[in-house]
């Protein structure tokens, strides 16, 4: 029996891959400041700060880098294990998959493309003259927004919510995978976790295949 059309959002950051890509564009600023961004972003992630606080203070770090800079960053970052395999599977079974980040366009946007996704947001740099200026272009994509976007997609592509999947490791995916109709905590937070349906311990992403029932090709 063929199951119902899904909609699979994906997190980016140590979800659709392994990295955090503030903390590796943090690198390329000095030691210190990424020292200083990895434990906000690891606090921000386990749900102990405010997401778009913390996110301007780290963007804030980050101010002076080049887009090349960037664009080095962007070439470091890793994606997890079986992502390109559950992408290609869902697709083969006719489902959509989005990906929805507290990063940055910048740095995901070859990644979308690379993998296929059928849709994607996040964050945008401000920048000046090819150097980021250290502030967030926009509203700042946050836990709030994450949902958003879940319940936008799902309407646009004429998907019940009961058909969506979220599938995140951080704070800021409490709310998007509450409000799916089935959250997947993978590789997560403390606080993630509780706010799932079930929960991937072990770090390959095509296991959420299984949790949803869709047959490997
Ligand atoms: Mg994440």
Redesign the pocket.
Same mark, same amino acid.
């Given at each position: 029996m063929t199951q119902e059309r899904k909609l699979i959002v994906l &997190?980016? &950051?140590?979800?659709l891959t392994q990295d955090?890509g503030i903390d590796l564009l943090a690198q390329y600023v000095s030691a210190e400041a990424a020292q200083q961004v990895e434990t906000i972003t690891a606090r921000a992630?386990a749900g102990e700060l405010d997401f778009a606080a913390s996110l301007t203070a780290r963007v804030e770090a980050l101010a002076g880098l080049s887009l090349a800079d960037v664009a080095a960053a962007t070439a470091r970052v890793r994606l997890s294990v079986g992502a390109q395999v559950l992408i290609d599977c869902a697709h083969a079974a006719g489902h959509l998959v989005g990906a929805v980040s507290?990063g940055f366009h910048e740095m995901i946007d070859p990644l979308a493309s690379e993998l296929g996704l059928d849709m994607h947001r996040a964050n945008r740099f401000e920048t000046r003259d090819g150097r980021l200026t250290g502030r967030v272009d926009g509203p700042i994509v946050d836990a709030r927004t994450k949902e958003e976007t879940l319940r936008k997609w799902a309407e646009a592509s004429g998907i019940p919510m009961g058909n969506t999947v979220a599938v /995140? &490791? /951080?704070g800021?995916?409490v709310l998007m995978l509450a409000a799916a109709g089935l959250g997947i905590a993978y590789m997560a937070k403390p606080v993630t976790r509780d706010a799932a349906d079930r929960a991937i311990d072990t770090p390959d992403l095509s296991l959420v295949l299984d949790e949803v029932g869709i047959p490997r090709v």
């Amino acid at each position: 029996m063929t199951q119902e059309r899904k909609l699979i959002v994906l &997190d980016v &950051d140590s979800t659709l891959t392994q990295d955090e890509g503030i903390d590796l564009l943090a690198q390329y600023v000095s030691a210190e400041a990424a020292q200083q961004v990895e434990t906000i972003t690891a606090r921000a992630m386990a749900g102990e700060l405010d997401f778009a606080a913390s996110l301007t203070a780290r963007v804030e770090a980050l101010a002076g880098l080049s887009l090349a800079d960037v664009a080095a960053a962007t070439a470091r970052v890793r994606l997890s294990v079986g992502a390109q395999v559950l992408i290609d599977c869902a697709h083969a079974a006719g489902h959509l998959v989005g990906a929805v980040s507290g990063g940055f366009h910048e740095m995901i946007d070859p990644l979308a493309s690379e993998l296929g996704l059928d849709m994607h947001r996040a964050n945008r740099f401000e920048t000046r003259d090819g150097r980021l200026t250290g502030r967030v272009d926009g509203p700042i994509v946050d836990a709030r927004t994450k949902e958003e976007t879940l319940r936008k997609w799902a309407e646009a592509s004429g998907i019940p919510m009961g058909n969506t999947v979220a599938v /995140g &490791d /951080g704070g800021n995916d409490v709310l998007m995978l509450a409000a799916a109709g089935l959250g997947i905590a993978y590789m997560a937070k403390p606080v993630t976790r509780d706010a799932a349906d079930r929960a991937i311990d072990t770090p390959d992403l095509s296991l959420v295949l299984d949790e949803v029932g869709i047959p490997r090709v």
